[in-house]
């Protein structure tokens, strides 16, 4: 994981300084970026994903956005509401398939996406399906 993120930080550096130049889009990169990879080890070892992480995440992700950027503070919260309202329903009516952590998660991404997060919600889906096809064209299991 620490060479992962060593690489993720040295990709940030490159793409928001060299590239872009856009140092204080560095600062809201390199947390999330940290924050996603911590949560996906966690999640894929022991399928969850700890509020003693994604929550204060969540407030400091927003605290970060609000003040870089303060010009934008509708749309991190809007966004970010909304995506974690729709996977709350969606957990709601399948919590077989998304629990609580994943709906965090998702309002995670909408305070780090903005209006971007639909785009990303939708190529999500658009992946997962694709993938439940192919599980099924050649009748392979997961889980079982």
């Known amino acids: 994981m620490e060479i992962l993120i060593s690489i993720y930080y040295l990709f940030s550096y490159f793409y928001f300084i060299i590239y872009k130049n856009q140092p204080l889009k ?3 990169a390199i947390f999330f970026g940290t924050i996603l990879i911590l949560i996906s ?3 894929i070892k022991h399928q ?8 204060p995440s969540i407030i400091i992700g927003l605290i970060i ?3 870089l950027f303060p010009n934008n503070w509708k749309e991190w919260i809007i966004f970010s509401g909304g995506v974690g309202l729709l996977f ?6 399948y919590p077989e398939g998304m629990g609580m952590g994943d709906v965090k ?3 995670f991404l909408g305070i ?8 990303a919600i939708a190529i999500g889906f658009i ?7 192919f599980l099924l064209i050649f009748k392979i299991k997961i889980g079982e």
Do not use: E, H
């Open 112 to 119: 780090l996406l903005g209006k971007k997060v639909v785009v």
């Open 41 to 43: 080890f966690i999640d």
């Open 105 to 107: 998660l998702a309002t």
């Open 88 to 93: 709350l329903l969606v957990s709601l009516v």
């Open 127 to 133: 992946m997962v399906g694709l993938f439940s096809i």
């Open 48 to 55: 969850i994903i700890p509020n003693k992480i994604i929550i």
């Open 26 to 28: 560095l600062i809201p």
């Open 65 to 67: 956005q609000n003040l």
